[in-house]
Nanobody, 126 residues
Framework: QVQLVESGGGLVQAGGSLRLSCAAS????????MGWFRQAPGKEREFVGS????????SYADSVKGRFTISRDNAKNTVYLQMNSLKSEDTAVYFC???????????????????WGQGTQVTVSS
């Protein structure tokens, strides 16, 4: 079992940057792939990106590729989502997720992920 707590959300102007953090507890952090999903108002939850257990491999949705970067610090049991060049369409609740290593890395379906944080709101004003 792992517990995930996101932080760092807020209001930012279009073109700005924001960094989300997700602190994990309760289990060995390095035993999980980690990732981020988001859900905009009235829309389904969508995959943002994921990172391998060592942090050496990442995968991103096309909509954020080149603007968002996922990283992790296994010593701090924390995963980050650096968001640059934010657009109004990035407005959503962002969820940190954890996935067992035996599952498919980079999967985009939310059912593939085992643990979820409570979410943090990101609002981009245009």
């Amino acid at each position: 079992q792992v517990q995930l707590v996101e932080s760092g959300g807020g209001l930012v102007q279009a073109g700005g940057s924001l960094r989300l953090s997700c602190a994990a507890s309760g289990s060995t952090f390095s035993k999980y792939y980690m990732g981020w999903f988001r859900q905009a108002p009235g829309k389904e939850r969508e995959f943002v990106g994921s990172i391998s257990s060592s942090g050496s491999i990442t995968s991103y949705a096309d909509s954020v590729k080149g603007r968002f970067t996922i990283s992790r610090d296994n010593a701090k049991n924390t995963v980050y989502l650096q968001m640059n060049s934010l657009k109004s369409e990035d407005t959503a609740v962002y969820f940190c997720v954890g996935q067992y290593l035996y599952k498919r890395f980079g999967a985009t379906a939310e059912g593939e992920y085992d643990y979820w944080g409570q979410g943090t709101q990101v609002t981009v004003s245009s």
